[in-house]
């Protein structure tokens, strides 16, 4: 668990501000104020005081971000305590779940899974992504950056369409590696296509894939119980648990 921590402490900052608060690595997104872009982590082991607690909450209200963590809890029992003092809640608990596949894949029918590279192929990844995730409003070209900027960090964004009319299905990506640690994230199936297994399929894909490059944590936060079986379905193990919490 040790390794993954280590890594979002690497990946984290990645297109972000980030700002080292006491036992605290805070991160903080200029472009968006979404939840998910902002986040703090705490030391492995970490005992934070009240006054840094409070320091922390200062640097995201400051910066008009929501107070908010995202962490392997085990590594740091003595935080979540610490944060609920001070009024953060929990968000919950997500499956952190390693790839363990056997590298078997499995054909959807009439889809095909491509690595995304063009301009058109990020293009439709995002435009899934920004569908999936409820997001309101046009595509904003940001969202196609942040795709080329996971691949020029050495990650791999894959681009799942239909096969007879080139039509964006679903997408996902893995991360830059490090240290042969990788996140699998952003995995998103438009509604149309759903329950055709595209999601497992993808996953299962990357994870083989980022494994073949010589990555050997190629891990996930699953966002509850139906997608930790979909990826349980497509090799990943749950490991430990990821605790996301905020403060309103």
């Known amino acids: 668990m040790q390794r993954i921590q280590s890594y979002l402490r690497v990946a984290a900052p990645r297109g972000r501000d980030s700002v080292r608060l ?3 690595l805070a991160t903080f ?18 005992e934070p005081a009240d006054a840094e607690v409070a320091a922390l909450v200062d640097a995201y209200r400051t910066r008009s971000r929501r ?17 609920v003092a001070a009024g953060f809640t929990a968000e919950g608990h997500l499956p952190l779940m390693i790839y363990r596949g056997t590298g078997d894949q499995a054909a959807v029918d009439g889809v095909e899974l491509v690595a995304a590279t063009s301009d058109e192929e990020l293009r439709g990844v995002a435009a899934v992504q ?14 196609v950056h ?42 998103g199936v438009r509604e ?16 083989q894939e980022l494994r073949e490059r010589g990555n050997d944590c190629v891990f ?13 379905r497509a090799g990943f193990a749950t490991v430990s648990t990821i605790l996301h919490i905020s403060q309103a």
Do not use: K
């Open 29 to 46: 997104n200029r472009q968006s104020d979404n939840p998910y872009l902002n986040y703090a982590i705490p030391d492995d082991g970490a």
């Open 22 to 24: 006491g036992s605290f």
């Open 130 to 143: 920004w569908e999936a995730y409820g997001e309101s409003g046009s595509l904003p070209e940001r969202a």
């Open 192 to 207: 149309r296509f759903r329950r055709r297994g595209i999601a497992e399929a993808m996953a299962r894909h990357l994870g």
């Open 67 to 83: 107070p908010r963590l995202e962490y392997v809890a085990a590594l740091a029992p003595a935080v979540e305590p610490a944060l």
């Open 146 to 187: 942040g795709l080329r900027s996971t691949l020029a960090n050495g990650g791999v964004v894959v681009l799942a369409r239909d096969a007879a009319t080139g039509e964006a299905a679903g997408g996902g990506l893995c991360t830059g590696p490090h240290d042969g640690a990788t996140e699998l994230t952003s995995i």
């Open 220 to 232: 996930l936060m699953a966002a509850g119980e139906a997608e930790e079986r979909i990826y349980a």
